[in-house]
Nanobody, 120 residues
Framework: VQLQASGGGLVQAGGSLRLSCKAS????????MAWYRRTPGKQRELVAT???????NYSDSVKGRFTISGDNAKTTVYLQMGNLKPEDTAVYFC???????????????WGQGTQVTVSS
């Protein structure tokens, strides 16, 4: 299973970016997908999650500015980031909890990080 993240970049404060993460490989069922971020000197932070039934959750720091969504096949997750602030600068990681087979246990999978830099 691979999670391929894309869409990071450099943007001015107040701008927008859209991150994408596609899950590929042998996947039986995705229970949830999420975005985390990490900045130097800080712990990894959960940004947003979306479960298989479409339920979403956001950290207080991004609520109202970021939107997580998925495609109909539920193998791609997006993070639409708006009104970006310099403190949103971080490496963003895609995460999924999924099963590769009907008898397999749910497991965590991580994508590679994508850098988001917000200039003031």
């Amino acid at each position: 299973v691979q999670l391929q993240a894309s869409g990071g970049g450099l943007v001015q404060a107040g701008g927008s970016l859209r991150l994408s993460c596609k899950a590929s490989g042998t996947i039986f069922r995705i229970a949830s997908m999420a975005w985390y971020r990490r900045t130097p000197g800080k712990q990894r932070e959960l940004v947003a999650t979306i479960s298989s039934d479409g339920t979403t959750n956001y950290s207080d720091s991004v609520k109202g500015r970021f939107t997580i969504s998925g495609d109909n096949a539920k193998t791609t997750v997006y993070l639409q980031m708006g009104n970006l602030k310099p403190e949103d600068t971080a490496v963003y990681f895609c995460h999924s909890i999924l099963k590769t087979d009907w008898s397999a246990l749910l497991r965590d999978y991580w994508g590679q990080g994508t850098q988001v830099t917000v200039s003031s």
